[in-house]
């Protein structure tokens, strides 16, 4: 059973501050992706990363950087967090012989003040 | 233009009834496509991939209409368990080392006991 796990299921942060989402899985999948969930919008990549170390921009990533320094963990920074990046964030991978299933996890409800 | 576009809804419909999704997507160069289904506050998880000469899953039927870039769920026999938003999903024709996909924004389906 594939397992995505992210470090907060909320979170409230002020303007300006930087804030850290993490995503951590455990089936050894190369790909992996940040996607931010807005009502009307539906689900828009933000980055993914299909090895350690390397990373792609997806289609929104101003205001977003990402690190993935091990196979299983992949995370999202807001170097300073704005009002207009309050959304659900979802993280998802992918196995690279995977018929293109994404497995995500849980997601986080961030909430910037 | 959307690159994935789906009825909204909500689609309110008495158990048992027999209700039908459809999506359009813009990139004719598109090769794949799927149905993903979320639940209230929950990830999404996939549904079913949906194959060129039509699929069927127990309940669930996707078709796939490439001249007029056109998908479709058919649920028959609704349950109140099949409450949830249903997302039209299309590979983005980048190639590459990982596998891209385009949301729609999803179709709420209610099913009422």
């Known amino acids: 059973d594939v397992k995505v796990t992210q470090s907060s299921r909320y979170l409230v942060k002020r303007t300006g501050e930087k804030v850290f989402l993490e995503c951590v899985q455990d089936m050894d999948h190369e790909n992996m992706f940040w996607y931010r969930q807005d009502p009307g919008l539906g689900l828009r990549l933000i980055y993914f990363?299909?090895?350690?170390?390397?990373?792609e921009k997806g289609d929104i990533p101003e205001g977003y950087s990402v690190s993935r320094e091990k196979k299983e963990r992949f995370s999202l920074i807001l170097e300073s967090a704005s009002t207009n990046q309050t959304s659900m964030y979802l993280c998802?991978?992918?196995?690279?012989?995977?018929?293109?299933?994404?497995?995500f996890g849980p997601g986080t409800r961030l909430t910037v003040t | 233009r959307k690159e994935v576009e789906q009825d909204p809804g909500p689609f309110n419909v008495p158990e048992g009834a027999t209700v039908a999704f459809n999506c359009t997507y813009s990139n004719s160069a598109s090769q794949s496509f799927f149905w993903y289904r979320q639940d209230c506050r929950k990830e999404p998880k996939l549904l079913m991939s949906?194959?060129?000469s039509g699929n069927e899953d127990g309940r669930f039927t996707a078709q796939l209409n490439r001249a007029s870039q056109y998908i479709s769920l058919l649920i028959r026999d609704s349950k109140l368990s099949d409450s949830a938003t249903y997302l039209c999903v299309v590979t983005a024709p980048e190639g590459g080392a990982t596998n891209k996909l385009i949301f729609g924004t999803g179709t709420l389906l209610a099913v009422q006991p």
């Open positions: 949906v194959y060129s």
């Open positions: 998802a991978t992918e196995g690279r012989e995977a018929s293109y299933e994404q497995y």
């Open positions: 990363s299909y090895d350690v170390k390397m990373k």
